[in-house]
C-alpha cells in the first residue's frame, strides 16, 4: 500500500519540488468522506468542477457556482491533513478581467483555506495568471481539453492531433510558465506534447488522459471506482466496483427492513 507520513499539509513548494524526484498523484474529491480517505495516498487533492457531472448529474462543468466550490472545497479542507488542496475556479469566475479573476480567488482561497486554484485557458488567460500570481495566488493552470470550453471545442475531444494543434498547446504551457503558473494540467493531449511540454517546463505536469508522460497523474475519484456512470472517459482505468458494493448493502438494507429483520439489536443506539 503506498501511504505517506507527513505531518503537516503538503505545500505548493514542496508540490513543485516533487518534479524530476517522484511522480506526483492526485484524485479529485468533493466530500469529506471522499477526502478522508484519499488523504493518505495522494500529494493534493483536486476539488474538480466536475462536480458538476459526477456529483450533480449536469450536462456539463459551465454550471457551477463559486458558492458551490468554496462550500465542496471548505469540506475537504476540514476533513484531510497531509494533501494539498487545490480547487477549480467554475467558469464565469476570472474570465472577465484579471481584477474579476483576482477577487474571486481571493474569495476561495480565503473562505476555504485551500492552497491553490486552478483556471482553465490558454495564452490569451496567461495576463490574469499573471495578476494573481504576482499578488500571491497560486496557479495550477489548466491546458488542452479545457471542459470548460466544450461549446467552442463542439464536446470534449482530445486535442494537440495535429502539428498545428500540437504547437499551440506548447505556446500555452510556455506563456503560463512565463506568467508563474506553479504546475501545468495537461487534459486530453497526445503523449507526444505531452513529453515535450514535461521535457522543457520546469514546473511539474499533470496528466489526465494525457500518457504517463507527465510528471504526476490525476483521475476523478467517481470514475477509478466505478461510479462514474456512462460517462466515463475511455482512457480512464477502473480499479474497484464500489458501484457493486453499493447496490448489495441497499439491496440488504432494503431486504432487512421489507422482512422485519431490522434493526438487530446490537445496532440500536445505546446497545453494546
Ligand atoms: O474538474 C476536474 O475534475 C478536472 C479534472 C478533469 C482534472 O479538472
Do not use: W
Amino acid at each position: 500500500m503506498s501511504t505517506h507520513s507527513r505531518t503537516t499539509r503538503l505545500t505548493v513548494p514542496q508540490l513543485v519540488a516533487m518534479k524530476g524526484q517522484q511522480k506526483i498523484v492526485s484524485l479529485t474529491a468533493y466530500s469529506s468522506a471522499f477526502a478522508r480517505l484519499l488523504d493518505p495516498f495522494v500529494d493534493f487533492i483536486l476539488i474538480g468542477d466536475s462536480t458538476a457531472m459526477v456529483g450533480y448529474g449536469r450536462a456539463s462543468t459551465l454550471d457551477m457556482s463559486l458558492e458551490e466550490i468554496i462550500g465542496h472545497t471548505r469540506a475537504v479542507v476540514a476533513s484531510t491533513r497531509q494533501a494539498c488542496v487545490i480547487a477549480d475556479m467554475p467558469f464565469g469566475s476570472y474570465q472577465e478581467s484579471p481584477q474579476q479573476a483576482y477577487r474571486n480567488c481571493a474569495q476561495v482561497l480565503a473562505r476555504t483555506g485551500c492552497d491553490a486554484l486552478k483556471l482553465e485557458g490558454g495564452q490569451a488567460l496567461a495576463g490574469t495568471v499573471e495578476f494573481l500570481v504576482q499578488r500571491g495566488i497560486p496557479v495550477m493552470a489548466h491546458i488542452g481539453l479545457m471542459p470548460q470550453y466544450v461549446n467552442a471545442m463542439g464536446g470534449f475531444k482530445a486535442q494537440g492531433l495535429s502539428d498545428s494543434g500540437a504547437s499551440l498547446i506548447e505556446q500555452d504551457a510556455r506563456a503560463h510558465l512565463d506568467a508563474g503558473a506553479f504546475s501545468l494540467l495537461l487534459e486530453g493531449v497526445a503523449e507526444g506534447v505531452a513529453r515535450r511540454i514535461s521535457g522543457f517546463s520546469p514546473m511539474p505536469t499533470i496528466g489526465i488522459g494525457a500518457s504517463p508522460a507527465c510528471d504526476g497523474q490525476v483521475l476523478v475519484t467517481e470514475d477509478l471506482l466505478g461510479l462514474g456512470g456512462s460517462r466515463v472517459p475511455r482512457f480512464v482505468k477502473q480499479y474497484a466496483d464500489v458501484g457493486a458494493l453499493i447496490s448489495q448493502a441497499c439491496e440488504a438494507f432494503a431486504h432487512e427492513v421489507r422482512s422485519g429483520q431490522f434493526p438487530e439489536p446490537r445496532h440500536c443506539y445505546g446497545v453494546s
